[in-house]
């Protein structure tokens, strides 16, 4: 019987970006490791990161040792405020990784939320998936219930609706709902189908209104849901495709 096919076959990759493909590390520690003479092709010590490689086809080995191979993981994850989505940090601040259960392979965040914003993150070993999530042309609907300052008035959801001007960029057309108003606060339902840094918060300053909490609450057709803060859990292959849905 013929042995399956990787499904990383035919693919060529620069070294440094099939050791993250592999589950060893990010590809900045990818890169350190090859330049210090840790990893091997086909039996030869490569130094050089930007070295082309096929990831199916070559043997690729780290201080001698096969690749970890783990199968596809894809975490759901409640960030909780004040948790950054890095793997160290440099002011000691908590970080998303400081969350995950022991014995997680290898992965990491698609896209991020800063610090002071909670909700649904995703972490994955997969490439090609984070890709189809971040990339323009596939990007995938984000959900997020947004709690301001004040009432926005109808002028101000129809610019944030439209696309606002900011500094060196317009925004795309969002969809905007008001969930809920008092005299003080609004609770909106934004759905963006892009994600820049402190996008909804820059949008919101645009109009008048200061962005008092921020929840990502859903990714194309996949929603956070019950999952407590700080709690993660593996997707199965039907939430994958919610994710890409939407």
Known sequence: MAAPKSRHAGRRVQLHRAISKLGWGSRTEAWEWIRTGQVGVDGRVVTDPLTWVDVGRQRITRQGQQPPGPGRVVLALHKPRGIVTTRRDERGRPTVFDLLPTGIPYVFPVGRLDAESEGLLILTNDSDLATRLT???????????????????????????????????????????????????????????????????????????????????????????????GATRQLDRTEIAQLLTG
Do not use: C
């Open 135 to 229: 990339a323009p042309k596939h990007h995938a609907a984000r959900i997020y219930r947004v709690t301001v300052r004040g009432v926005p008035s109808p002028a101000a959801l129809g610019r944030l609706r439209s696309g606002v001007k900011l500094l060196t960029w317009t925004t795309k057309p969002a969809h905007v709902r008001v969930l809920r108003k008092a005299l003080d606060k609004t609770v909106v339902e934004m759905v963006l189908s892009e994600g820049r840094n402190r996008q909804i918060r820059r949008m919101f300053a645009a109009v008048g209104h200061r962005v008092l909490r921020l929840v990502r609450v859903g990714i194309g057709g996949f929603a956070l849901g019950k999952l407590p803060p």
